[in-house]
């Protein structure tokens, strides 16, 4: 079986993914495309790492970089993006309206979507075309089978070093989360069941997303706390009610690392 079958079909699958939603966004913003383009970009850049190791070959890595500038930019104005709607979730939770910060936020925003739309017109698709035509190069010769058999090594090896990782996961939960991503990619493009069940990769998606939601809190958190020490006096209202907001979330933030360390801990016991 011929190696594009287990990784190049699907980097060409995300190239598309990618490209389709590039497409959107320079011809009008839409907010499903950035999230969509940025989640393409991060399996692409995933393949990449497995297939340097696959094929003992760093450079399998370049030639990403302006996508890499790209994905930034457009990561600076998704996390304001969702900074809003968490702020929306918990004004509609405590009834208050954090005005100052709102404000504060919605200006960020609309300074960051000229940004994107600079880095948009700068950015030349073909960068993944070319890099996809290298990539069919390299894997050329390659045995399928082979491929498979040293990706479960590879595997193997992450796993045992998520667990290292895992063991207190509010010590580096960044870390684990990269990890588990990586992981994630690379065994959902694996042949079914592959080293894991369904039902154990369902589990480790589950860690996953609460990381994720994690991570937008931990975002959100540190954009207020730096509002408030900056632009409010501590004698105003809004200074206060944003110190219990920045609680609130921490709370919260708590929770979900709790719940996301016991899905982990249960994909990785078994």
């Given at each position: 079986m011929p190696a594009t079958f287990f990784i190049l079909l699907?980097?060409?699958?995300?190239?598309?993914?990618?490209?389709?939603?590039?497409?959107?966004?320079?011809?009008?913003?839409?907010?499903?495309?950035?999230?969509?383009?940025?989640?393409?970009?991060?399996?692409?850049?995933?393949?990449?790492?497995?297939?340097?190791?696959l094929l003992d070959n760093k450079d399998s890595e370049t030639g990403f970089e302006k996508t890499e500038q790209l994905f930034s930019v457009l990561g600076k104005y998704r996390d304001i993006e969702v900074g809003l709607l968490l702020l929306q979730s918990f004004e509609k939770e405590n009834k208050i309206t954090y005005t100052a910060f709102r404000f504060h936020l919605k200006i960020a925003l609309q300074r960051t979507e000229a940004w994107v739309q600079n880095a948009l017109s700068k950015y030349d698709e073909k960068e993944i075309t070319g890099l996809t035509g290298q990539l069919g190069q390299n894997l050329k010769e390659?045995?399928?089978?082979?491929?498979?058999?040293?990706?479960?090594?590879?595997?193997?090896?992450?796993?045992?070093?998520?667990?290292?990782?895992?063991?207190?996961?509010?010590?580096?939960?960044?870390?684990?989360?990269?990890?588990?991503?990586?992981?994630?990619?690379?065994i959902s493009i694996c042949p079914k069941d592959f080293l894991i069940s369904s039902g154990e990769l369902k589990k480790l998606k589950k860690s996953l997303d609460l990381l994720g939601d994690w991570q937008d809190h931990e975002m959100l958190c540190s954009k207020i706390k730096h509002f408030r020490k900056d632009f409010i006096p501590d004698s105003r209202e809004e200074y206060l009610l944003l110190k219990e907001l920045e609680k609130n979330i921490l709370s919260k933030m708590e929770t979900k690392l709790q719940k996301a360390d016991k899905e982990i801990q249960g994909f990785i016991s078994t």
């Open positions: 699907h980097w060409k699958r995300q190239q598309k993914v990618f490209l389709q939603n590039f497409s959107k966004l320079t011809g009008q913003k839409e907010t499903d495309a950035v999230h969509e383009l940025r989640v393409a970009v991060k399996k692409l850049r995933s393949y990449l790492k497995l297939l340097a190791i390659s045995n399928h089978q082979k491929l498979l058999d040293k990706t479960g090594i590879i595997l193997n090896k992450e796993l045992k070093k998520l667990k290292q990782v895992t063991k207190h996961l509010a010590r580096q939960p960044h870390e684990a989360r990269k990890m588990l991503k990586n992981i994630f990619y690379w």
